[in-house]
Every structure is written in structure tokens, then in C-alpha cells.
């Protein structure tokens, strides 16, 4: 569980940091990384829930 979680939050920082140092992009691409990073951490979530359940 804890390597799901070093994951996510490197996704989680990595997208932050990404926003940060690239403001010149526009806000479709913003947008985009915004709508992928977000989309990344419900996928993660889905397969951390789905690792707990076969662990019972």
C-alpha cells in the first residue's frame, strides 16, 4: 500500500510541478494535464481499493 501511495503522490507532486514551472502554456494544455493527472489518481485509487479487497 505504501508504494501506491509514493506513486500517487509523486503523480500528485509531478503534475503540481509541471503547473508551476511551465506557465506559458495555454489553458487547453493546462486543462489537459489537469484532466490527466486527475483521471491518473482515480485509476490509482481504483487499483489500490481492488488490491485491499483480494488482500482479505
Known sequence: MGYFKG??????I???AGMLISPQLDRHTKKRIRRS???MMGAIGNMMDDMMRKMR
Not at 506513486?7 to 500528485?12: K, V, W, Y
Request: net charge neutral; glycine share 16%; aromatic share 0%.
Open 7 to 12: 506513486i500517487a503522490t509523486g503523480a500528485m
Open 37 to 39: 493527472s486527475n483521471m
Open 14 to 16: 509531478g503534475a503540481a
